[in-house]
């Protein structure tokens, strides 16, 4: 999957939060922002599974 760049702005206290988070889980910064990112996307009901989503459409048309 390609990755695409972009910037991203943060206060300073969130920006160390996130640093010291993902020092705690062994993640990178951006490893953990990108974990971050996706969870609150499948919480959301916004973002599927690749693999999911042909089961998904299987339990449709059935």
Partial sequence: MA???FVLRLEEEKMKAVEKWAADEFRSTNGQLEWIIS?????AGRWKEK????SDNKSQTS
């Fill in 3 to 5: 990755k695409k760049k």
């Fill in 51 to 54: 693999g999911n989503e042909s």
């Fill in 39 to 43: 969870k609150a996307l499948k919480e």
